[in-house]
């Protein structure tokens, strides 16, 4: 199950618990593919699978640190970060 999204030195990369994948479509796009998906944007670089996050916890200067089910972190940055707490409100998930 995909876990996240990301964009290193201009190439994307699609990540699951154990494996790595390289794509061929821009983040851009793959928000595009994925809007019907729990997907979010959650900084420049990076969008997540919502359905992958076990624990969120808020940081200073507005971020939130989300743990996904295999343990890793994810940085929410301040840009997103009030769009993800509305969107998970909306979703009904606190």
Known sequence: NLLYIESVDGRTYAYTEDEVYRLNYTLQQL????????????SKSMIMN?????????????R?????????HIL?????????????KGDGMQ
């Open 31 to 42: 928000e595009g593919i994925l809007v019907d998906v729990n997907f979010f944007r959650c």
């Open 50 to 62: 919502i359905d992958k996050v076990k624990a969120l916890k808020s940081l200073s200067s507005n």
């Open 64 to 72: 939130i640190d989300a743990t996904m089910c295999n343990g890793e």
């Open 76 to 88: 929410i940055s301040r840009t997103y970060a009030s769009d993800f707490r509305k969107r998970l």
